[in-house]
């Protein structure tokens, strides 16, 4: 059985909450392989060493996102860019457009769901100088944009990658609708 990962870096969770909700066929899915670490829906801490297919969500915003990404790299036959963060940089890499200060600022004092003693965290992992797509420090193997992916396109493209029929996508832009 195959063994598929879903890497969480700087992102929303979306992307993986939209693997999750691919309907029926998330069940035809698991009859051909193993969800065997996702830090969103399993209690895993560190991805197992051997995996067939990872996919990873988010953009690189700090040293973990980082540490994290080349852990993955290393440990996965296939890495697959999901989600338009992790193929641009997308919402994270707007946060390019503040200051570190400013974000601190506005993530645990500005927002009404913060604790009310709006102490920023000295624990927080540094961030990068700026954000990076995921394919800007590592090689991917494939990219899925959208944000989050089109549940026709994943539908399409999860079980091709399962069977190593890829090259029999349709090349159609998800912008094209
Ligand atoms: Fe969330 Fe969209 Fe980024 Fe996916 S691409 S992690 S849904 S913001």
Sequence with gaps: MMKIAIEELAG?????????DLHEVILDILNEAEIVYSP??????????????????GAVRNEE?????????????TLVALGTCACYGGISGLSMLSSNEEIFNTVYRGVDTVK??????????PFTYR?????????????ITGCPPKEQYLKQIIPALLKGDIA?????SVCSE
């Design 131 to 143: 954000a990076f797509a995921v394919g800007d420090l590592v090689k991917m193997d494939y990219y």
């Design 65 to 77: 996102n980082m540490e994290r990404l080349k852990n993955i790299r290393k440990k996965a036959k």
């Design 12 to 20: 929303c969770s979306g992307c993986t909450i939209a693997v999750l």
């Design 168 to 172: 029999e996508l349709s090349r159609k």
């Design 40 to 57: 969103v829906i399993m209690d895993v801490k560190e991805p197992p060493d051997e995996i067939d297919i990872a996919f990873v969500t």
């Design 116 to 125: 009310e003693d709006g102490v920023i965290p000295t624990d927080v992992p």
